[in-house]
């Protein structure tokens, strides 16, 4: 069964740091860009990171650019968010996704949730 995996979020204060996790099984992660997205309450999911297969090529949205980074250990099958400086506007859920052959794979989601 193909599967993502999300793990890593939970509750942190302003100016804190969480690192999530992706993990894939069914399929080799190393053979697929990688996206993480996130959907905060009411609002639409929006992407914030993405990074090429050999991991050479990352990109991010504004809201999170100079804090954040992406990173891949394909020997895991895992790809990393490390988001440093968070704020309370981070709060949401965050998901990554794989475009597979047969069309997009999302994980179920890891709730992050930025409070004092």
């Known amino acids: 069964q193909v599967q993502l995996v999300e793990s890593g979020g939970g509750f942190v204060q302003p100016g804190g740091s969480l690192t999530l996790s992706c993990t894939a099984s069914?399929?080799?992660?190393?053979?697929?860009?990688v996206t993480w997205h996130r959907q905060a309450p009411g609002k639409e999911r929006e992407l914030v990171a993405l990074i090429s297969t050999s991991g050479s090529v990352t990109d991010y949205a504004n809201s999170v650019k100079g804090r954040s980074t992406i990173s891949r250990d394909n020997a895991k099958d895992t790809v990393y968010l490390q988001m440093d400086s968070l704020k309370p506007e981070d709060t949401a859920v965050y998901y990554c996704?794989?475009?597979?052959?047969?069309?997009?794979?999302w994980g179920q989601g890891t709730q992050v949730t930025v409070s004092s």
């Open positions: 996704k794989v475009n597979g052959l047969q069309g997009p794979i």
């Open positions: 069914g399929l080799t992660i190393s053979k697929y860009a």
